[in-house]
């Protein structure tokens, strides 16, 4: 097989993965598939995080979580009015 | 205030402000939200019990990031989902990917706001129901009567159009 970018169906295939994959839809044996891809291809691996990023930087369910419960670990001093603000999250949303 | 206390202080504000790219971080390397969210909570924890021992006027981020890997691979051990994904030196490699590309993509990510912008209505709409109310694809097909197959589709076409205007604009600037 040709280098991703050379070759267009494998170009298609990775795209439609990751596109599964961001929707919840992959299936495993396409999941171990794409393991291998991008263990094995850097460039498919780039593009990989590129897609993934893109994904979490629009919303990706889960880039704007709040503080966890810290009430396992150490007490903590609350610092006031900055728990669940980010000012890189949603700001395209205006 | 004793020092651990004023570094619990910091490490809320840094933690507060940088959680977005740590949760894009672990993102990458465990593609799924809500596994990718458990270990963000479990990165943050575990920076927490550190909190007294940490440098916090190192760079924050390669610090969170290394506690997250760590946290990343404690999730991937015991979730039968990723066992047929990326073995550790895979892990390992895609991690050090991410995080020497992380400028990079901070800067696709800049550029990512103004080609939202560009969509047409119809497909900011879409994303706008997907990406910032959270819905799932088969509400939004309930909700508009659009095909659920055509959904995905447009999706998968909106991402690729705003990959190819992220590449356009960090081009035009000479960043790629």
Redesign the interface.
């Known amino acids: 097989m040709s280098e991703f970018g050379e070759d267009k169906s494998a170009d298609v295939e990775l ?2 993965w990751l ?1 599964q ?5 992959l299936s ?1 044996e396409d ?2 598939r ?2 291998e891809k ?2 094995t291809d ?1 460039a498919a ?2 593009f ?18 709040a ?4 009430s ?3 007490p ?4 006031e009015g ?2 669940g ?2 000012p ?6 205006r | 205030m004793s020092e ?2 004023s570094n ?2 910091v490490l ?2 840094l ?3 940088n ?2 790219d740590v ?2 971080y672990i ?2 390397l465990l ?4 596994d ?2 458990d270990v ?2 479990a990165t ?2 575990a920076l ?2 550190k ?2 021992q940490l440098d916090l006027n190192r760079p924050f981020l390669p610090l969170a990031f290394r506690f997250a890997l760590l946290e990343v691979r404690k999730n991937r051990d015991k979730n039968r ?1 990723w066992a ?4 550790d ?2 892990l390992k ?2 991690a050090r ?2 995080e020497e ?1 992380h400028d990079l ?1 901070e800067a ?2 800049q550029a ?2 103004g080609c ?2 560009k969509l047409g209505p119809t497909d900011r709409d879409l ?2 129901r ?3 109310r ?1 819905l799932t ?1 088969p509400e939004i097909a309930d909700a508009t009567g659009r095909n659920i197959h055509t959904l ?1 589709k447009a ?2 076409r909106i ?2 159009q ?2 190819a205007c ?1 590449n356009a604009n960090l081009e035009a600037e000479g960043i790629i």
Do not use: K
């Open positions: 795209e439609d596109s994959l961001c929707e919840g839809t495993p999941l171990r794409l393991g991008i263990a850097s691996r780039r990989y995080l590129e897609y993934l990023d893109l994904h979490a930087a629009l919303g990706g369910q889960g880039a704007a979580v503080l966890p419960d810290l396992r670990a150490e903590l001093s609350v610092v900055t728990a603000q980010h890189r999250v949603r700001r395209w949303m | 651990a206390e619990s202080e809320l504000r933690w507060v402000r959680q977005a949760y894009r993102f990458a593609p799924n939200a809500a990718a969210q963000l909570q943050c924890v927490w019990r909190a007294s989902r047929g994904f990326l073995d030196s895979a490699n895609l990917q991410r590309t993509l696709r990510r990512l706001d939202v912008a994303v706008e997907h990406y910032q959270l694809v995905y999706l998968q991402r690729r705003l990959l992220v």
